[in-house]
């Protein structure tokens, strides 16, 4: 199964990618964690893509496909979890999967208005021991808790500043992908506002799996 998840940040992209490859055997491929583990390592390129990330500005295309590339051939599918995110890379990757001889599947848009999303990423915060996600308010992280000790930090990118120029750079340049994918009869909207469990089972719908 190959699945393209698209949709702005804080939809539950990450969330529902890590649930559909577990239901179907496909692997995520996650530019934006490529990225945070580049700039986790420090390395030169590394250092570069850090200023982008953390203005919430898009990493330069070909940076971005070199780091998606090697993925794309694997034998037991993918969900694809923030790229492609505008259309050159769309274009890139109608290529790439064209010399590979695979086709995708299905392209699932999470919905959800700005408001509910900027909400939700700012109060978003990261246990640095588990890598869990959790919100302040919902789903605020444990005090004391010797499964999951934090600390629990922000994003560097989830500043309102960033959150914003995120949003707009998704309506500008990733939202129109809807129209490219849809053209083509592969499109399904899905409304991310629901709760996870909700959003999973409509997606697996969406892809052809029962949940
Ligand atoms: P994400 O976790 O998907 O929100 O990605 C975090 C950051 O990584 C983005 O704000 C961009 O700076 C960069 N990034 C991830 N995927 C892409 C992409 N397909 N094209 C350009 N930049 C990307």
Do not use: C
Request: no cysteine.
């Amino acid at each position: 199964m190959r699945i393209i998840l698209i949709g702005p940040q804080g939809a539950g992209k990450g969330t529902q990618a890590k649930r559909l490859a577990e239901k179907t055997g496909a692997r995520i491929i996650s530019t934006g964690d490529m990225v945070r583990e580049e700039i986790k390592s420090d390395s030169e390129l590394g250092r570069k893509v850090k200023e982008y990330n953390d203005r919430g500005e898009l990493v330069p295309d070909d940076i971005i496909v070199e780091m998606a590339k090697p993925h794309l051939g694997a034998p037991e599918g993918w969900v694809l979890d923030g790229f492609p995110r505008n259309e050159a890379q769309a274009r890139t990757l109608d290529e790439t999967l064209e010399e590979l001889d695979v086709e995708v599947d299905r392209v699932v848009a999470l919905e959800a208005p700005d408001e509910a999303l900027v909400k939700r990423l700012s109060g978003r915060r990261q246990s640095q021991t588990t890598g869990r996600i959790y919100h302040i308010e919902h789903d605020p992280p444990p005090q004391n808790s010797e499964e999951d000790p934090g600390p629990f930090v922000q994003r560097d990118d989830d500043t309102e500043e960033a959150i914003r120029r995120r949003l707009e750079i998704y309506h500008e340049q990733t939202e129109p992908l809807k129209d490219y994918y849809a053209e083509r009869g592969l499109l399904v909207e899905v409304d991310a506002t629901r709760s996870i469990p909700e959003v999973t089972e409509e997606v697996l719908d969406a892809v052809g799996e029962r949940a």
